[in-house]
């Protein structure tokens, strides 16, 4: 099992909403990350838990809130979003945890915030 | 400050040519050099890589060209088919800074059939 599984595929939610995305993976890998792309853009990096610890927190604003229950799982925590947080938001793995090698990325979930 | 540049923006093949994508560096602290293609409602997928201590690295139809002195890199296709239109990404990841990856803008593929 080479996938990483990312759900909702496709969230809507209010400003004064709170929602979470989650994300899955069983390739053993040890470091997973939250990425956020915008239409047409390259990803940028918001999170990245090493062994099941946030290691890199990307100054992102306290609206997101990320966990990682196990090895396996990751969840974004959504509350109180703007319209501009509006965008397609990726999960990936990789198996090294010295960073942003062979990344594995899960297809996303495309985000809109009313 | 885009530390990775990538040209060109569009780029539109004919079947069976060659695509050339180019990524220019400024940062030498970078370490490992990733390309990513991306599908419409899915997520980057990892092409090929390549370290600074290689030339060039090829991949079934997919090859990296790298020159260290000019701080260039290339992804070529070979054979370009239409299964290859696609948003190409290249990246550089810093040696330090929590090993970051910095992206280019990325290359939108069209390959004609």
């Known amino acids: 099992d080479t996938e990483v599984t990312q759900t909702p595929k496709h969230l809507v939610m209010g400003m004064t909403n709170k929602k979470s995305l989650k994300c899955e993976q069983h390739?053993?890998?040890?470091?997973m990350y939250w990425y956020k792309q915008k239409a047409k853009k390259p990803p940028e990096l918001m999170f990245v838990y090493s062994y099941e610890k946030l290691s890199i927190n990307e100054s992102v604003p306290s609206r997101f809130s990320p966990e990682c229950p196990n090895s396996s799982l990751l969840n974004l925590h959504l509350h109180a979003l703007q319209p501009e947080d509006s965008a397609l938001y990726l999960c990936?793995?990789?198996?090294?945890?010295?960073?942003?090698?062979?990344?594995?990325f899960g297809s996303g979930t495309q985000l809109s915030v009313l | 400050q885009q530390q990775v540049k990538q040209s060109p923006q569009s780029l539109i093949v004919q079947k069976g040519g060659i695509s050339i994508i180019n990524c220019a560096y400024e940062?030498?602290?970078?370490?490992?050099f990733p390309w990513y293609q991306q599908f419409p409602g899915k997520g980057p997928a990892l092409l090929i890589a390549?370290?600074?201590d290689v030339s060039e690295k090829k991949e079934g139809r997919f090859t990296i060209s790298f020159n260290k002195s000019a701080k260039q890199f290339s992804l070529h296709i070979m054979d370009s088919q239409p299964g290859d239109s696609a948003t190409y990404f290249c990246a550089a990841r810093h040696a330090g800074n929590n090993r970051k990856l910095i992206w280019g803008l990325g290359t939108s593929l069209a390959v004609n059939p």
């Open positions: 390739m053993g890998h040890r470091a």
């Open positions: 940062n030498t602290a970078f370490d490992y």
């Open positions: 990936a793995s990789s198996q090294k945890t010295g960073y942003h090698e062979k990344l594995f």
């Open positions: 390549i370290r600074p």
